[in-house]
């Protein structure tokens, strides 16, 4: 039957606040704790949604047992800074303006599910459907039947608060919340039995089951959202999933992507790739700001040469290698790199932490040999440098002929270049610019390659003896790979804030910028773990990955509570 007093807003208007209420809701998630028993409430009122859902979330704010100590240090600091009434009032009222709806908020929890529901021809409007834990259902329902207007859509009842925007329903101890009413009456009909839930769909389960079981906040997505990319590509051939969870020291997302190999070739070489090497944190010396690393970096250029589509761009590089190198892009080049990558950046030789020093290693994992192709490009890069009469070498090299360093007045002229662009810098320029070279070394097939020769001899020694490397490194110990990853970033957030401190130059600055300066990086210095984001790729096009942010609860939230007392 047509509605009279229940006016449906235009649909961009009404999602972008349901939205926009989800998300706030949502943020909760780093924010807030409960103290109550472990309860998923939030997915279990899947259960209601309809099985032809394109996208579906959960919140759950109940800690896990793992989860309760974060949890607990979060409640505790919610309490110090008056903030732990904070999330309960008006979370209704970003949804609906309706007065009424504050009788609704002392009922609702923290807990919820999302659905949005397809477009057809008879429903002009995408559906969005929010489906609310309550304390007690019962009552809700009460305050619905007094406060609001009775309405029906093709036989499902739901009420409309005065001066509302929302539908509501209430199911069992769950509030049901749409702007449309059909969408209200599908999660009616899969409430009664008459649809089926998206809980019978295997793939949606399955996709769930890579989240991680006490995940606070999870998203998926649909086949269908997914059917259409670039060029009209389908993107993935499956549930796509995405999940966030509380963890002690800070929060952990992963997600899950069954990509498409035959509409993205791409992938299948990717995916091809194999693994980091286990040892890849004893490969490296303690003490790193932080690194990155790559398995087989090798496929970037091969998918350059077959997928550019540039043949003119192809052969520039191959040009490029050959006249600028003296070696050959395919035969040699490419395969030298089928090994691990691994880039790092550390303190400066003396330093705990201050300045900057650079590291590179291309090991010979997978048969690789970039020793062997270094070594041709030295030597015809010594013979340009020889002949064009500004330096007599190139480098100084050890007995052995496997550790060489870059002549003294070539490093001179370096330095000299580093300094000039860090003229307005405000820095110790002294402690960036000291020691400053090119030094690299041949461990069997590998190739290291360091900014000061004092790193160079820490990597060497801890490549070679798998001896104080970043397995010892407790502020990185916790970014070894997993899973099979094949591609890793780790960065002590800790040691960089520090490093920050000692290389800046405050003499200069004004108190005021000094104060902010020292508030921001002591909120990092404190943390224990580290950035850590990892990711691989499977043959048949399955992406997997993991985030971890590190964050200091306490001092995070001693800072939002101290500029909303401000406001106050």
Not at 520 to 527: D, N, P, R, S, Y
């Amino acid at each position: 039957m047509a509605l009279c007093s229940f006016k449906l807003r235009p649909a961009f208007v009404v999602a972008s606040r349901v939205m926009a209420g989800t998300a706030v809701f949502a943020g909760l998630a780093g924010i807030y704790a409960f103290k109550v028993t472990f309860a998923r409430t939030g997915e279990a009122a899947l259960r209601l949604v309809p099985a032809d859902a394109e996208v579906v979330g959960s919140i759950d704010l109940v800690p896990s047992p793992a989860q309760a100590l974060a949890f607990k240090r979060i409640d505790d600091a919610l309490a110090r800074n008056g903030m732990d009434q904070f999330p309960q009032k008006g979370m209704l009222s970003t949804l609906d303006r309706s007065p009424a709806v504050e009788q609704l908020n002392g009922l609702t929890t923290r807990d919820a599910a999302f659905a949005l529901l397809p477009t057809r021809d008879q429903k002009p409007e995408t559906g969005f459907a929010l489906i609310w834990a309550l304390s007690d259902g019962r009552k809700a329902e009460q305050i619905l039947s007094s406060t609001g207007y009775k309405r029906f859509w093709k036989g499902a009842q739901y009420y409309v608060l005065p001066k509302g925007e929302m539908g509501y329903m209430v199911v069992d101890d769950l509030l049901v919340i749409s702007a449309q009413p059909w969408a209200l009456r599908e999660v009616s009909q899969v409430a009664t039995g008459n649809a089926p839930s998206i809980l019978t769909d295997k793939e949606f389960v399955r996709a769930r089951t890579q989240l991680a079981e006490d995940a606070n906040v999870m998203v998926l997505a649909s086949p269908a959202v997914t059917q259409t990319g670039p060029g009209g590509r389908r993107i993935a051939t499956n549930w796509v999933a995405g999940g966030l969870a509380i963890r002690d020291g800070g929060i952990e997302m992963n997600a899950f992507a069954p990509l498409d190999p035959e509409a993205y070739p791409v992938l299948k070489r990717f995916g091809s790739s194999a693994p980091l090497r286990p040892d890849l944190l004893q490969a490296i010396p303690q003490g790193a700001y932080g690194m990155t690393a790559v398995s087989q970096p090798s496929n970037f250029i091969r998918t350059f040469e077959e997928e550019s589509g540039d043949s003119k761009a192809v052969d520039e590089a191959r040009k490029g290698a050959r006249e600028g190198l003296g070696v050959d892009l395919d035969t040699d080049i490419t395969p030298a790199l089928d090994g691990d990558a691994i880039i790092a950046a550390y303190p400066c030789e003396g330093q705990e932490a201050g300045g900057i020093d650079f590291l590179a290693v291309l090991d010979d994992s997978n048969g690789a040999d970039p020793a062997g192709v270094a070594r041709k490009v030295q030597e015809y890069i010594n013979k340009k440098i020889g002949s064009d009469g500004k330096y007599q070498k190139l480098y100084e090299g050890s007995a052995d002929g496997n550790r060489f360093l870059l002549a003294p007045d070539i490093a001179k002229d370096m330095q000299g270049s580093i300094g000039k662009g860090m003229e307005h810098t405000p820095a110790h320029r002294d402690m960036l610019i000291k020691d400053k070279t090119m030094a690299w070394a041949y461990a069997g097939h590998a190739v290291i390659v360091a900014s000061s020769e004092s790193l160079l001899d820490r990597a060497v020694a801890a490549y070679q003896t798998h001896s104080g490397g970043l397995d010892s490194d407790a502020r990185l110990l916790a970014a070894a790979p997993r899973n099979g990853a094949q591609q890793l970033l780790a960065v002590s957030v800790s040691r960089v804030a520090q490093g920050i401190e000692n290389t800046i130059d405050t003499s200069s600055m004004a108190k005021k910028d000094v104060d902010t300066l020292e508030g921001v990086l002591g909120a990092f210095k404190a943390l224990a773990q580290p950035l850590d984001i990892q990711s691989t790729m499977g043959p048949q096009g399955l992406a997997q990955g993991s985030l971890f942010v590190p964050l200091d609860y306490d001092k995070l939230i001693d800072l939002a509570g101290t500029e909303i007392n401000k406001h106050k």
